[in-house]
């Protein structure tokens, strides 16, 4: 979570605060430094006085961090990416972008820096360019990035609306390079393989958010009106769950699996947490019983209403090669799979695109679909705050931190439902002078 202004409740000091990929630890950027903090039991493990911090993210509970500054002198550059250990209390490397980086993901075999207009993927054992994308305008950074390292996908909105959708019925009159988003699509890369996996039909509306859980076998998706959440299975994209949020529009400030994705979690920008019950089926994916619509529409009652050290930079770097579009379309109309030919260069996706993939993507389907409400929700003691959640790992709790810098912990009863019990709350802010490393 980047920080919050406007008409958000938050602490002046904080600019940034996330959990890690396990819902371990938090990271916490700030006007000084930034500090890690260990979630249960609650305590700071680590801190540091190095000048405002604007992203920092985790490799799950490692000392690898990911910085980038918020350009207040000129050595806290917004386009410049520090990877540093924080148990040697050392740089690993740098790089620099030609735009302000808006978002950082990391797994254990990528790690994927988002800009306005671009993501770049690298190889984290060795910092190497592996491939660049261009986006459609992007100033959210809305993009997740699978914690697995076997299905190590990568999703973002579609630069163009899939031709078989629903809702478009002709292809946008310019690219996507000068045209804004225009509908709900997701496109899921394989961070592997580099190349184009699916694009799925999430939404009328455009996304506002994507994420995926644990495994990289479930994605969920919100639009940017947030009454309904959808999950799909992957690479499939089988849509196998709906949920309604509420009946008026909200901005969906985060989504979340549990670790064994039964539980989804949804904040917003209401004082309501939302908690989603899924079903579990074989294959270590959330079913629906059998209720799975492949390529289905969406209903009538759509929310309408270790790394090596070294200094790189990008325009330097080796290009990678790299599986664009043309490869994942080569590959259906060959063989029906996914796979295709590996091109050199990223492209632009224009008018040729919507005619070329709307003979391979599935037709529409009505789907009488009947949204669940939540199986449990909490309600945060402030009103007007920005807040991300996350589901415990060992214990029935909902973890929720603000833009105030707060952490709440509330019990979650898993038989019954209903409101989630506070327990615990703690200030995230304090003294980033330097703590006891993390170790690997």
């Given at each position: 979570m980047s920080a919050a202004r406007g008409g958000i409740k938050s602490n002046p000091d904080?600019?940034?605060?996330?959990?890690?990929?396990?819902?371990?630890?938090?990271?916490?950027?700030?006007?000084?430094?930034?500090?890690i903090t260990n979630c249960d039991p609650f305590g700071k493990v680590y801190g540091k006085s190095d000048g405002a911090t604007s992203i920092v993210e985790m490799l799950f509970c490692t000392s690898l961090v990911a910085l980038v500054g918020a350009g207040d002198r000129p050595s806290s550059s917004t386009r410049r990416l520090q990877i540093v250990n924080t148990k040697r209390q050392s740089t690993i490397c740098e790089l620099t972008?030609?735009?302000?980086?808006?978002?950082?993901?990391?797994?254990?075999?990528?790690?994927?820096?988002?800009?306005?207009?671009?993501?770049?993927?690298y190889d984290i054992s060795n910092m190497k360019l592996l491939h660049e994308i261009e986006t459609s305008p992007n100033p959210q950074a809305i993009c997740a990035l699978s914690p697995s390292s076997e299905n190590s996908y990568l999703a973002y909105p579609s630069p163009l609306p899939s031709p078989s959708t629903p809702y478009t019925s002709t292809p946008p009159a310019a690219p996507p390079s000068t045209s804004p988003q225009s509908a709900g699509d997701v496109l899921l890369f394989d961070a592997v393989s580099l190349s184009v996996t699916n694009i799925i039909q999430a939404h009328k509306s455009p996304i506002a958010f994507i994420a995926l859980n644990a495994s990289g076998t479930l994605l969920a998706t919100a639009s940017d009106k947030g009454t309904v959440i959808r999950v799909f299975t992957l690479p499939n994209g089988d849509r196998v769950h709906e949920f309604r949020r509420g009946s008026y529009p909200a901005k969906i400030y985060s989504i979340s699996f549990n670790?064994?994705?039964t539980l989804l979690c949804v904040s917003s920008d209401t004082e309501t947490v939302h908690i989603f019950k899924l079903a579990k089926s074989g294959g270590g994916a959330a079913g629906a019983k059998g209720r799975s619509i492949r390529g289905t529409s969406v209903s009538d009652f759509d929310d309408e209403g270790?790394?090596?050290?070294?200094?790189?930079?990008?325009?330097?770097?080796?290009?990678g090669q790299v599986g664009g579009y043309e490869a994942f379309i080569d590959g259906k109309k060959n063989d029906g799979g996914v796979g295709g030919s590996i091109r050199r260069k990223s492209i632009h996706i224009g008018r040729g695109l919507a005619g070329s993939v709307g003979g391979f993507l599935p037709g529409a389907v009505?789907?009488?679909?009947?949204?669940?409400?939540?199986?449990a929700f909490l309600k945060l003691p402030t009103a007007g705050v920005k807040s991300v959640v996350a589901l415990s790992s060992t214990t029935p709790q909902v973890m929720v931190i603000t833009s105030e810098g707060l952490f709440y912990s509330y019990a979650i009863d898993l038989e019954n439902g209903g409101e989630c019990v506070l327990q615990k709350s703690y200030s995230l802010l304090g003294d980033e002078s330097n703590g006891s490393p993390m170790g690997d």
């Open positions: 904080l600019l940034a605060v996330n959990f890690n990929q396990d819902h371990t630890c938090i990271s916490t950027g700030t006007r000084r430094g930034y500090t972008f030609p735009t302000t980086i808006l978002a950082v993901k990391l797994n254990r075999r990528r790690l994927v820096v988002v800009l306005e207009e671009r993501i770049y993927v670790a064994t994705s270790g790394v090596s050290g070294g200094r790189y930079n990008t325009r330097e770097a080796t290009e009505t789907g009488l679909w009947d949204p669940q409400r939540d199986f």
